[in-house]
C-alpha cells in the first residue's frame, strides 16, 4: 500500500493550478479505465473545473451508457481533436496504464506534450514517462485508488451519483463483479458509499453483465466445446479461436472477453491462457489463481506483463506454433506451481 498522503499536496497543487485538465484512458478502455476517467471528470465537473476525455480508440457497447460517455472523444475517430486537446491541456491524467504503447496512435503526442502528466494506476513496475506517478499495485482498481486519491485531497467524502455509478463499474469489471483481484475490506467500505447514493446496482450489473448478442453466447459455448485444451499434469488449460473462428460467428470487438477466466473454474487448474488470432501476429491473455506469475510468465516469453494474476501479450507466429511453444516454455515453468501443489 502506498502513503496518500505523500502525494496529495502536489496532486492537489496541479489540480488547482490546471485550467485545461485531459483525462486519458488507455487502448481497448475497459470498465475501470473508463470509470476511474469518469469519476475523475464527475469530480472535475463538480468543483467547476474544465477537463476534457479522451481514448485511444473506441468504447465497447458495454460501457457506452455510462453518463459521460459521450463526452468521451475517440482518437483515432477524430485524430485532429484528439491532437487539438492534448496540445490545449496544462494536465494531463493517464489512467489505468503504465506504459506508454498503452496509448496506442496518441502516444507520440502524448509523450511530446510539455503539459504536466500524472499516472494514476495499480499495475507493477511503471515506465517513468510522467511528472507524477501515483502507482498502488495493491487497489482492486485505478478507479478505488482515484476516489482514495480524491477523498485525500478533499479531506472528506466526495460523493454524487455519477460519480459513484462510474466508480462502481471500474471496482465491479476490476474485480469481476468481487470474485479476483486484490479488493479488501476497505473496497467494501467504498463501496458501501457508493450504494449510500442511490445507484442501482442491479441496473449497473444488468448493462454491463447481461448485453451480450446471441452469436457472443454461440461463440463462448464453441469455444468451451471445441476449443479449450486441458493439460492437468501441468494444471493449465487454453482457448485458441483462429481468425475463421471468430468470423464464423460474426465476432466484434469485446466478444472474447471473459473466456480466459473460464478454465479456471475447473477443479485442478491454477493456469489459463486464451490464443486469438489477429492478422499478423497472436495475442495472449493470461489468468491464474495464486502464486503463479502469469505476468512474468507473459514477459518472460510474450513480450507481455501485467498482474500477477491477469496479464497478456503477443507472439508473432502462426496459431499451431504459438500453441507449441507455450508448451514447451509452459514445461519449463512447471516448478512455479509448486507452492501451490
Ligand atoms: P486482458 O487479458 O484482460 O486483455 O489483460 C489483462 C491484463 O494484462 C491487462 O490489464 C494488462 O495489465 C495486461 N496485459 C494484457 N495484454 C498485455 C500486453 O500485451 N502487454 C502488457 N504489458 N500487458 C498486457
Ligand atoms: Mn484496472
Not at 485538465?21 to 481497448?28: A, K, M, T, V
Not at 457506452?64 to 492534448?86: C, P, Q, S
Not at 496479464?311 to 500453441?323: K, P, Q, V
Amino acid at each position: 500500500m502506498i502513503d496518500l498522503v505523500k502525494y496529495t499536496k502536489e496532486l492537489s497543487n496541479l489540480f488547482s493550478t490546471s485550467e485545461n485538465i485531459l483525462i486519458i484512458s488507455h487502448i481497448n478502455p475497459d470498465g475501470d479505465s473508463v470509470g476511474a476517467q469518469l469519476a475523475l471528470y464527475h469530480y472535475f465537473k463538480a468543483i467547476g473545473k474544465n477537463a476534457s476525455l479522451l481514448a485511444p480508440n473506441n468504447l465497447q457497447e458495454f460501457l457506452k451508457w455510462m453518463n459521460g460517455a459521450d463526452e468521451i472523444n475517440i482518437f483515432i475517430k477524430d485524430r485532429k481533436k484528439g491532437r487539438m486537446l492534448i496540445d490545449k491541456a496544462d494536465l494531463i491524467i493517464l489512467l489505468d496504464f503504465n506504459q506508454p504503447g498503452r496509448l496506442g496512435e496518441a502516444e507520440e503526442k502524448v509523450i511530446a506534450s510539455r503539459s504536466k502528466k500524472v499516472i494514476i494506476d495499480h499495475h507493477l513496475d511503471p515506465d517513468n514517462f510522467a511528472d507524477l506517478i501515483i502507482s498502488d499495485p495493491s487497489k482492486c482498481s485505478t478507479s478505488e485508488l482515484v476516489h482514495e486519491l480524491i477523498c485525500a485531497i478533499t479531506s472528506d467524502q466526495f460523493m454524487n451519483m455519477p460519480y459513484a455509478e462510474a466508480l462502481y463499474v471500474g471496482i465491479i469489471t476490476d474485480t469481476g463483479n468481487f470474485e479476483h483481484g486484490s479488493y479488501s475490506s476497505r473496497t467494501f467500505r467504498i463501496v458501501a458509499d457508493l450504494l449510500d447514493t442511490g445507484i442501482i446496482k442491479e441496473k449497473i450489473i444488468n448493462l454491463i453483465y447481461n448485453n451480450f448478442s446471441s452469436d457472443r453466447i454461440r461463440l463462448q459455448g464453441f469455444a468451451l466445446n471445441k476449443r479449450m485444451v486441458v493439460l492437468p499434469e501441468f494444471r493449465t488449460a487454453y482457448i485458441y479461436l483462429s481468425k475463421d473462428d471468430l468470423k464464423e460467428y460474426n465476432h466484434v470487438k469485446g466478444d472474447t472477453e471473459g473466456f480466459v477466466n473460464m478454465p479456471l473454474s475447473i477443479k485442478g487448474i491454477d493456469f489459463s491462457a486464451l490464443f486469438i488470432e489477429k492478422d499478423d501476429f497472436i495475442k495472449l491473455s493470461f489468468r491464474s489463481k495464486g502464486k503463479f506469475p502469469s505476468n512474468e510468465f507473459a514477459s518472460l516469453y510474450f513480450s507481455g506483463g501485467g498482474h500477477r494474476n491477469a496479464s497478456g501479450g503477443e507472439f508473432t507466429d502462426t496459431l499451431e506454433n504459438t500453441i507449441t511453444y507455450f508448451i514447451k516454455v509452459l514445461k519449463e515453468n512447471v516448478w512455479r506451481f509448486e507452492d501451490q501443489l
